[in-house]
């Protein structure tokens, strides 16, 4: 073989091998999981949920546009279950901004979307933990000349199913339908 068909050769070898070790270390999917953080009423152990439909959507109280979005859905979603059916779900918002979001700031807001929704926070470590295993990802932004900042995020509604594990992530532009479709197919 000539030394330019041995190059070929090799790096055609290579790249088949590059392809399968990308394949190997592909992390697994995320599993959600159990987790304790701080709500107004205390300390929010979603352990002590199981049998309920958990709704985890990871925001911040000074988000201009996606986070209402996203809340107004699950909030939606609740008022259209049954009362019987919406006594097994819940709405818990996520801080993804611990600095600004006290538990007391969080009560407020999630009060605005559902009476029934919870807003927690934790240390900077606990909430980077609880996201990591539900696989959603937050980047806070440099701060402007006014001192305020965003915080980029995921968009996706975590849903828990009764049995503590993740049974789906639902898009921030799913259909009500779908919202309530899933919700009553995890309580069934
Ligand atoms: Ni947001």
């Known amino acids: 073989m000539p030394p330019l068909r041995h190059l070929l050769a090799f790096l055609l070898i290579a790249t088949a091998l590059a392809g399968c070790s990308e394949q190997r270390v592909e992390p697994p999917a995320p599993k959600g999981g159990d987790f304790v953080l701080r709500s107004a009423g205390g300390p929010l152990d979603t352990k002590t949920l199981r049998g309920k439909v958990l709704l985890i959507y990871f925001g911040y109280t000074h988000c201009p546009d996606v986070c209402p979005a ?3 859905a699950g909030a939606q979603t609740l008022n259209t279950l049954t009362t019987e059916e919406r006594a097994k779900v819940r709405l818990i918002m996520v801080s993804v ?6 538990p007391e700031r969080l009560k407020e807001y999630a009060a605005y ?3 029934e929704m919870v807003g927690v926070t934790g240390t900077p470590e606990e909430i980077a933990a609880v996201a990591k295993s539900f ?3 937050y980047l806070r932004q440099p701060a402007r ?6 915080v980029d995020h995921t968009t996706r509604t975590y849903v828990m199913a009764p049995d503590g594990k993740l049974a ?3 898009e921030l532009n799913a259909p009500a339908e779908k919202y309530l479709e899933t919700v009553r197919g995890l309580l069934r």
Do not use: I, Q
Not at 97 to 102: F, G
Not at 145 to 150: F, K, L, T
């Open 70 to 72: 996203s809340l107004a």
């Open 97 to 102: 901004d611990p600095e600004r979001d006290t």
């Open 113 to 115: 979307f559902h009476p």
């Open 135 to 137: 696989g959603a990802g």
């Open 145 to 150: 000349p006014d001192g305020s900042y965003a």
């Open 168 to 170: 789906v992530a639902l």
